[in-house]
């Protein structure tokens, strides 16, 4: 069975720090790899995606996220990160049969 | 609006009674997900829908849950004799199979057993 680990519940930055967050996943097979917002009473936005292909993939608001293969990693990094991206957010595989299984989730919190 | 919709939003119910969510999805998708999110955790699968047939459950979905896709469209998630410890967020998602399983989440619909 597949599971994915991040390793920070909470991180609090100042604005304009950079923004690193850990994911591993365990599955031995190829996997297709998500990271998903969730701001304050909003639901689940996708960030980016990564299926194959360049191992270094760029997500919306200026989120970038690199898939190294051999330490099953998704990190999800930011180089400078705004109050506005205070929110939760959820590292994700999926395989064959699209269900995803999610880690625990990290709060970010950015002071002004 | 084209996403995916849930409807209630919110449901407060009584530990003991049945409750019934709604899940629209996207018109063209033909799978469908549900997941439930506990405070403090990421969403966990429960089950998932290709057309009508409904191809695998989460051991997490006992005998008190279930989920309906009768004409392959809408689904619903019927949970029987509510607990304290179905209080959680119930989503639901949709994929069309081939576009590399990027899921399309709902709004979800929060469940408070008192």
């Known amino acids: 069975a597949q599971s994915v680990s991040q390793h920070n519940h909470h991180v609090i930055l100042s604005e304009a720090a950079s923004l690193e967050l850990g994911c591993n996943y365990s599955?031995?097979?190829?996997?297709?790899l998500f990271w998903y917002v969730q701001y304050p009473g909003q639901h689940l936005q996708l960030l980016l995606k990564y299926f194959s292909g360049d191992p270094l993939v760029k997500g919306i608001k200026g989120f970038e996220a690199e898939f190294i293969k051999s330490k099953f990693s998704f990190n999800l990094r930011k180089p400078s990160v705004q109050w506005s991206d205070t929110a939760e957010y959820f590292c994700?595989?999926?395989?064959?049969?699209?269900?995803?299984?999610f880690g625990d989730g990290t709060t970010l919190t950015v002071k002004p | 609006d084209t996403g995916v919709s849930q409807n209630p939003r919110h449901k407060i119910t009584k530990r003991g009674q049945n409750v019934t969510f709604r899940c629209d999805p996207i018109?063209?998708?033909?799978?469908l997900y549900w997941y439930r999110q506990t405070l403090g955790q990421g969403p966990e699968f429960l089950t998932y829908f290709q057309n009508e047939a409904q191809l695998e459950k989460s051991r997490l979905l006992s005998d008190r849950f279930s989920a309906e896709r009768p004409k392959g469209s809408f689904s619903t998630l019927e949970i029987q004799r509510t607990e304290q410890g179905d209080s959680a967020m119930y989503l639901c998602a949709s994929i069309t199979p081939g576009a590399y399983n990027e899921q399309f989440f709902g709004p979800g619909t929060r469940l408070t057993v008192l």
């Open positions: 994700a595989v999926n395989t064959n049969a699209g269900k995803s299984t």
């Open positions: 599955y031995g097979g190829t996997v297709n």
């Open positions: 018109s063209e998708h033909n799978r």
